[in-house]
């Protein structure tokens, strides 16, 4: 496989290796069976007539081993164990019979002949494989069913009316069981099929499939006997490493290589050299706390991610310690709740917990509840009388469940209080980081004879992994990236930064570029100073209790906008940018960040004072990664709205 970020996107459509000839493995199959039949049941009175229907079903199991002779071409051999059983019926002629009511009134009657059968053998069938698409295969073959036992049984079974009894004073006899029919000892067969290879290593694949089997001639010599067989299956085939399958005839030049899968990783960026300014401001910050505990599936235990104390580390425990990003502040989201209880005893809570729609626990809602209710009378020592606990199944505005993200969002409980301040936003003065420019795009594109499977790009900080993206299939036309790690964070000073992409294809195979380093110019906190005429003080807010695909902002929102306008002072520019999560339509979530930002702005114009300038991002934000998306928290906090104060410092 060769492999450029600046290249183009092309596949072979066949996914095998050309350095693994031959293949061995085991096949499984389960199969329903249509009967065409035309049978006398033979030593019976004619009165009896033909069978001439049934239906049956079948499973077979064994070995395989193919060849692949031509790039386009693979011969498979199969041999194994096949058994099938089932039944054939003839309808029964209506005969008058006297019924049992009172007026012994004339009803017809029927007797159905019914010959059940089960037989086991052997099938060797040899087929032709071609490619249809990248893993998709057909295949032709003809083979031969090799009878190794049979059995049939006879019986008559009573039809109508629900009162007719026969001989044996019942409504079904069996009549005669063993070999009733004259068998073929050997049928030849004709199949057709379908089979999709998915890679499990070097040359060896796992294959489910879809086959249609007819007998060429009839499985007995007196009588027709026609069968349809449609087989649902796979197979697991491994590679044997061999000679390189033949391909179009060349004339041999010593001056051409010999041609080697392999992986040649490239990289490209916008801009080509990257060099990023980071400004470092003297700034307030606001970090929300979203009231919202998520649980994993089926589970009442508090997840690991959470930060949990002992009941002797909570003297000190303090808020001003918090000073990490926005993620891990609300990892101690029970900690700062059982804190700012502690200091308002007349507060209350209201602990409800939700399930989603495939979660079974009758009472796993109510003890999700519980067990927050326990960390918090356990550890910080809070009464219990001011803690209610509620069960509910799915919340009252859930996320949809379509995904499996819309699943793990609605498996969590909620926190209401009758104090605002309990849930208030975290308040904290820090230097913020800004990078300029806001990103970086990286543009990766590839030649791929085999196929990318999976990719992943690294950038990397003082020798981890400081940003992380990955996915399966063909690579993406460009990544953009805001110099955030994967927990929200800028960088801290001095930087060194570089990237790394790795790809693997269909054969296995796996390749890396060299770390790429990123060229950082920097502007410190001690340069800023000495520039005072552009010194800014920078205030960041952000807004939280979004819910799932709505513009609306919460009462408590609309308290904290207010408060914030009442603060800002004249000659302040402030920005409000709108975000939303990675559910849902793309154009839609823009829309719905848009939305968000202009209530928020709104609801700001009413309160703020004159000289004040407003501004409503219309960048089309709606995706953009604040905090990863790969968590239901992650999630939650994308759906903001960010309001940036900057006010010129005083002179």
């Known amino acids: 496989m060769l492999l450029s970020m600046t290249g183009l996107l092309s596949a072979q459509p066949f996914p095998s290796d050309d350095s693994t000839k031959y293949r061995f493995g085991v096949f499984f199959n389960l199969e329903s069976r249509g009967e065409n039949p035309d049978l006398v049941i033979p030593g019976y009175s ?9 239906k049956g079903s079948g499973w077979g199991i064994g070995g395989l ?35 049992d009511g009172e007026d012994l009134e004339v009803v017809d009657g029927r007797v159905d002949q019914i010959v059940d059968f089960k037989s086991t053998g052997i099938e060797l069938i040899f087929s032709g494989i071609v490619p249809v698409s990248h893993r998709l295969r057909a295949s032709l073959g003809l083979g031969s069913w090799f009878r190794l036992f049979s059995e049939e049984t006879h019986r008559e079974v009573a039809v109508t009316p629900g009162t007719l009894l026969l001989a044996n004073n019942k409504r079904e006899l069996e009549l005669r069981t063993g070999t009733l029919f004259p068998y073929r000892s050997i049928v030849p067969l004709a199949t057709a099929g379908v089979q999709y290879d998915l890679p499990i290593g070097q040359g060896s694949y796992l294959s489910p499939e879809l086959r249609l089997t007819v007998p060429i001639i009839d499985w007995t010599t007196e009588g027709s006997w026609q069968t349809l067989r449609l087989s649902l ?53 606001a970090l929300p706390l979203l009231n919202r505990l ?105 996320v949809p469940e379509r995904t499996e993200e819309g699943m793990r969002e609605n498996a969590h409980v909620s926190i209401e209080v009758n104090n605002p301040y309990i849930l208030i936003p975290v ?22 004879e085999r196929g990318v499977v999976d990719w992943q790009l690294d950038v990397e900080h003082e020798g981890g992994i400081w940003k992380r993206f990955s996915g399966t299939g063909w690579l993406p036309d460009s990544i953009q990236w805001n110099w955030t790690s994967d927990s929200g964070a800028l960088p801290t000073l001095p930087i060194e930064l570089s990237y790394r992409l790795t790809v693997g294809d269909s054969l296995g195979q796996r390749s890396s570029t060299p770390s ?5 110019r920097t502007n410190t906190v001690q340069e800023r100073l000495e520039n005072r005429q552009q010194d800014t003080v920078i205030e960041s807010y952000s807004l939280l209790l979004f819910d799932y695909d709505s513009p609306e902002v919460s009462s408590f929102d609309q308290a904290l906008i207010k408060a914030i306008a009442g603060r800002v002072q004249p000659g302040a520019t402030v920005r409000f940018t709108g975000y939303t999560d990675s559910l849902g339509d793309a154009r839609r979530n823009n829309e719905l960040a848009q939305q968000r930002a202009e209530a928020s702005a709104k609801i700001f114009r009413t309160v703020a004072p004159e000289r004040v300038e407003i501004i409503i991002n219309d960048l089309g934000s709606g995706e953009s990664e604040r905090y990863p998306f790969d968590t239901p928290e992650g999630r939650a906090y994308n759906r903001t709205v960010v309001i940036e104060v900057r006010t010129p410092a005083k002179k």
């Open 233 to 285: 299956g796979g197979s697991v085939r491994f590679g044997i490493p061999g000679d390189h399958p033949e391909v179009d005839p060349i004339q041999p030049d010593d001056t051409i290589p010999e041609r080697l899968p392999t992986l040649i990783p490239d990289i490209l960026t916008d801009p080509r050299i990257v060099e990023v300014e980071i400004t470092e401001y003297d700034s307030t910050e």
């Open 65 to 99: 081993l193919d060849i692949t002779l031509l790039r386009w071409l693979t011969v498979e051999g199969r041999i194994g164990f096949a058994r099938a059983t089932g039944e054939m019926t003839h309808r029964g002629e209506p005969f008058p019979i006297r019924g």
């Open 294 to 398: 998520f649980f994993e599936e089926n589970s009442s235990e508090i997840p690991e991610r959470y930060h949990l104390l002992d009941i002797s580390e909570t003297p000190a425990f303090s808020i001003t310690q918090l000073n990490g990003p926005t993620l891990e502040v609300y990892r101690d989201l029970l900690n700062v709740i059982g804190l700012r209880l502690s200091r308002y005893p007349d507060a209350k809570v209201t602990i409800t917990g939700y399930h989603n729609a495939r979660e079974t626990g009758q009472n796993l809602s109510t003890e999700r509840g519980n067990v927050v209710k326990d960390y918090l009378v356990e550890t910080w020592e809070i009464f219990p009388e001011r803690i209610t606990v509620r069960g509910e199944k799915l919340p009252p505005r859930p």
């Open 427 to 448: 308040l904290r003065n820090y230097v913020q980081r800004i990078a300029s420019p806001p990103s970086v795009t990286f543009y990766p594109k590839a030649i791929a």
């Open 516 to 520: 790429i380093p990123i060229e950082v």
């Open 46 to 54: 004619p009165f009896c007539g033909e069978l001439l229907e049934g």
